[in-house]
C-alpha cells in the first residue's frame, strides 16, 4: 500500500504576535519618556517677558569671539578669571547675572563652559543672540 505523504509548507506569516510586541514597546517606550526629567541648563534668554525682572540693570558682559576667546566687559580673560568673577559676583548679591554673547562661530565647548560654571557657581546666565 502506497500511502502518500503530503507535506505543503504553510507560506503565512502571522503578524498578530508581532503587532502585539510593537504594541507593548510603543507603551514602553511612552511611560519611560514621560518619567525623564531632562538635564539642561536653565537660561533666561532675553525677549518679553511678563513679569518683572529681578536681574540687575547692568549684568556682567561676557563676550565669546569666533577662536574661542573670552572677553570680559572688554578685557581678554581666562576661563579661570571668568569663573573668579562669578564666585565675586555670587558673594556680593542673591541677584548675580551674566550677560554671554557668543560669535556665531565661536566653538559651543567655549559657550557650555561658561554656562556651565555659572551653574555651578549660582550665577544667573543670559545668552544673547550671536553676533
Known amino acids: ?32 519618556s514621560s518619567m525623564i526629567i531632562p538635564n539642561a541648563l536653565n537660561l533666561k534668554l532675553p525677549g518679553k517677558k ?17 577662536r574661542g576667546t573670552y572677553f570680559l566687559d572688554g578685557n581678554k580673560a581666562s576661563l579661570s578669571a571668568i569663573e573668579k568673577k562669578m564666585k565675586a559676583l555670587k558673594k556680593a548679591g542673591n541677584d548675580s547675572s551674566i550677560s554671554v554673547t557668543p560669535s556665531k562661530k565661536s566653538p559651543n ?4 563652559a ?9 550665577v544667573t546666565p543670559v545668552l544673547t543672540d550671536p553676533k
Open 109 to 112: 565647548q567655549s559657550v557650555v
Open 50 to 66: 511678563s513679569s518683572s525682572s529681578s536681574l540687575p540693570k547692568n549684568p556682567t558682559r561676557l563676550t565669546i569671539d569666533k
Open 1 to 32: 500500500m502506497g500511502i502518500k505523504k503530503k507535506s505543503k509548507v504553510n507560506a503565512e506569516f502571522n503578524m498578530s504576535s508581532l503587532t502585539d510586541i510593537i504594541f507593548l514597546l510603543l507603551i514602553f517606550f511612552m511611560l519611560t
Open 114 to 122: 561658561v554656562l556651565d560654571a555659572a551653574y555651578r557657581y549660582g
